[in-house]
Protein backbone atom coordinates (compact mmCIF):
# COMPACT_ATOMS: atom_id res chain seq x y z
CA UNK A 1 0.00 0.00 0.00
CA UNK A 2 1.52 3.12 -0.88
CA UNK A 3 1.82 6.27 1.43
CA UNK A 4 -0.43 9.28 0.40
CA UNK A 5 1.27 12.39 1.12
CA UNK A 6 1.02 16.32 0.98
CA UNK A 7 3.56 18.76 0.59
CA UNK A 8 4.11 21.60 2.93
CA UNK A 9 5.80 24.99 2.05
CA UNK A 10 6.75 27.01 5.37
CA UNK A 11 8.83 30.06 5.71
CA UNK A 12 11.76 30.65 7.98
CA UNK A 13 14.83 32.80 8.02
CA UNK A 14 17.30 33.53 6.16
CA UNK A 15 19.79 32.32 9.14
CA UNK A 16 17.71 29.14 9.11
CA UNK A 17 17.59 27.91 6.02
CA UNK A 18 21.80 28.53 5.90
CA UNK A 19 22.09 26.25 9.10
CA UNK A 20 19.64 24.04 7.27
CA UNK A 21 21.84 23.92 4.37
CA UNK A 22 24.62 23.03 5.75
CA UNK A 23 23.79 20.26 7.91
CA UNK A 24 22.78 18.88 4.07
CA UNK A 25 25.82 20.08 2.37
CA UNK A 26 27.68 18.45 5.60
CA UNK A 27 26.54 15.19 5.30
CA UNK A 28 24.19 15.32 8.46
CA UNK A 29 20.94 14.99 6.20
CA UNK A 30 20.46 13.80 2.83
CA UNK A 31 18.07 16.72 1.97
CA UNK A 32 16.44 19.82 3.95
CA UNK A 33 13.07 17.46 3.60
CA UNK A 34 14.63 14.86 5.96
CA UNK A 35 15.51 17.49 8.16
CA UNK A 36 12.02 18.28 8.47
CA UNK A 37 10.56 15.17 8.93
CA UNK A 38 12.97 14.40 11.83
CA UNK A 39 11.50 17.18 13.55
CA UNK A 40 8.48 16.47 12.75
CA UNK A 41 8.66 12.73 13.74
CA UNK A 42 10.23 13.76 17.15
CA UNK A 43 7.40 16.24 17.94
CA UNK A 44 5.01 13.87 17.37
CA UNK A 45 6.35 11.46 19.74
CA UNK A 46 7.09 13.77 22.36
CA UNK A 47 3.18 14.35 22.01
CA UNK A 48 2.02 11.30 22.47
CA UNK A 49 4.05 10.74 25.70
CA UNK A 50 2.50 13.61 26.60
CA UNK A 51 -0.46 12.31 25.92
CA UNK A 52 0.46 9.02 27.59
CA UNK A 53 1.17 10.74 31.05
CA UNK A 54 -2.08 13.09 31.24
CA UNK A 55 -4.27 10.18 30.45
CA UNK A 56 -1.86 8.57 33.54
CA UNK A 57 -2.39 11.38 35.47
CA UNK A 58 -6.16 11.43 34.68
CA UNK A 59 -7.29 8.16 34.88
CA UNK A 60 -7.38 8.39 39.30
CA UNK A 61 -10.05 11.68 38.87
CA UNK A 62 -12.53 8.77 36.87
CA UNK A 63 -14.31 5.79 37.81
CA UNK A 64 -15.30 2.71 35.39
CA UNK A 65 -18.64 2.26 33.48
CA UNK A 66 -19.88 -0.41 36.05
CA UNK A 67 -18.94 1.79 38.99
CA UNK A 68 -21.21 4.93 37.18
CA UNK A 69 -23.93 2.11 36.59
CA UNK A 70 -23.90 0.23 39.75
CA UNK A 71 -24.08 3.89 41.58
CA UNK A 72 -26.83 5.19 39.64
CA UNK A 73 -28.78 1.79 40.61
CA UNK A 74 -28.42 0.19 36.77
CA UNK A 75 -27.17 -2.97 37.11
Known sequence: ?????KTLNVRITE?????LEDLVEGGEYTSKGEFIRELLREKFDEF??????KAERDR??????EEYGKSRGLE
Open 1 to 5: MTTKT
Open 15 to 19: GQYGV
Open 48 to 53: SVYLYK
Open 60 to 65: AKHISL
